[in-house]
Every structure is written in structure tokens, then in C-alpha cells.
């Protein structure tokens, strides 16, 4: 389990987190989204130990990461810079991720040749992004992580490769109980892979939940009524968001989708409807409240 508590780090007098509170839950998949400069990878530089907080706590089951090797020894990364020698191939950082992963898998790596069809003498700076990417899963996948952190981790892939390297990953999570931090802006991908989900905003984390719990926590509800006007609303009702199409208005609320329909049913609506949310309407809805709407811009 990954904990992270009150983590705070500054950087020439700005907070890229401040107080952040993070829990990951052993062999999860969880998707961390957030805008341009929430501190998302400023915290999973934290995660991986590159980073030491200013104050607050990183734990992974129990024990600090900074300056503990036993415990990066159970981490694989693969940042969005991801770093390799300048005159080095595939199987020369091969030979140096085995020199401080203890678990590193030669086997593994014969045996994913067959996914990752790359010429492993070929230096990696003459490969494009797509492949660089591709040689990166692959050595993570050898060291055989407990734990695998990922910033931005399909950008420049393919749609073929992509599925394949989740397919990957997933199966890593089945058979292996492999613990999964992504940070992405691809929701709609997210959504299909992640068990639980972060938003993050300004330095720390507004929510987290399991993706089940946050779609169920935010609802969609579309009703009309017999004037045009919307009635006044019961105090308890959170409302994000409120749109009005002739007399159809609707409502982004916080709250179940049947105790919602409830509460809005003695206001006597000519219909009303809940309609699923997907992960990407719900990070635009809770971040509505940060100033983080769309705006019309007149030019």
C-alpha cells in the first residue's frame, strides 16, 4: 500500500504540493488526473524518491522511500522524460537496470522480444518517441515491480501497442498482485483500465475514490417542469453545474442518483432522468468549483 501524508514541497517560494494526502491500496489501479500544474509529477517524483519532501510522509507497506534502496528496489518508473545513456542500446540498459534490480528477469526480457519488436543494438536516441516508450515497458516489466508508476505512460504509442502494453500491465496486476500509479490526461482511457482514481488541483488531492464510488457520486439529471423556470431546490442538494435547454434543465449534483431523484420528485417534474457520468465529465464538474470551466473567449 502506498500512503502519502501532509507531503509538502516548495520551489523557490511556490507550493507545487501542499499538504497532499494520497492512498493507493495494494494491487489497485489508480489513475491520478489533475490540470497543468496540480503537482501531479511532483508527487510521483516523491513516490519514486528523486524528490524529498519539505515535510510530510511517503510510505510504501510502512517504510519511507527516500534513501531506502530496499524499497526503490520494488519500484519500477517510467517518468514522462524517461532517461537513458546517450550512446547506450536496448540490451546496454538492459545490463544496467540488472546491475540494482535484484529481481530483474532475463527470461522476461528474451521472452518480450516477441512484443517489442526493436533492435536492441541500435542506440536509443536514434528511435523515435514511440519506440523509446516501448523500450522503456519493456525493462520495467523485467524488474519484476511490486510497484509500478507511470507518468503519461502510452503517450506516443500506437493504438496496437498501446492495448498491448495494458494488456501487459493488467495481467502483471492479476497474476502478480503489482500495484499500478498512473498519471494521464487520457481519461477515456483511464476509465477503462483504473480501479481507483485521484483528482488532484493545486498541490493537493480534492478526491479519491473508487472509480465505481465516484461515478455514483456524481450524477447527471436531466428533468423538466411544467414552467420554464427552474423551482427553487432543496438546501441539501449540492448542484456543480446547471445548464437550460428550453424547459429541459440540467443538473450536475453531488450525491446518489436514487436519493437525488427522491429529493427533486416533490418538486413534481414533468420527467426526470439520471444519465451515467464518464470519468472525464466528472473531472471537468468537480474542478467547475476550482474556476476551472470552459469559458468563452471573445475575440
Known sequence: MI???GLKKTFDGFAALDGADLSVPRGA?????GPNGAGKTTLLRHLTGVYR???GSVRFDGEEVWENAGVKARIASIPDDWFYFMQAGLRDMM???RGFYPNFNLERYEKLKEVFALDETRPLRRMSKGQQKQAAFWLAMCTMPDYLILDEPVDGLDPVMRR???SLILQDVAERGTTVLVSSHNLRELEDVCDHVGVMSRGKLLLEHSLSEL???TV???LAFEGAELPALPQ???VLHHAQTGRVHTLICRGSAEELEQQLAALHPIFIDAVPLSLEEIFIYELGGEDYAIRDIVL
Open 3 to 5: 500512503e502519502v501524508r
Open 29 to 33: 489501479v489508480y489513475g491520478l488526473v
Open 53 to 55: 519532501q519539505d515535510e
Open 95 to 97: 545490463r544496467f537496470y
Open 164 to 166: 498491448q502494453v495494458w
Open 215 to 217: 461515478q455514483d457520486y
Open 220 to 222: 447527471k439529471l436531466q
Open 236 to 238: 441539501e442538494i449540492k
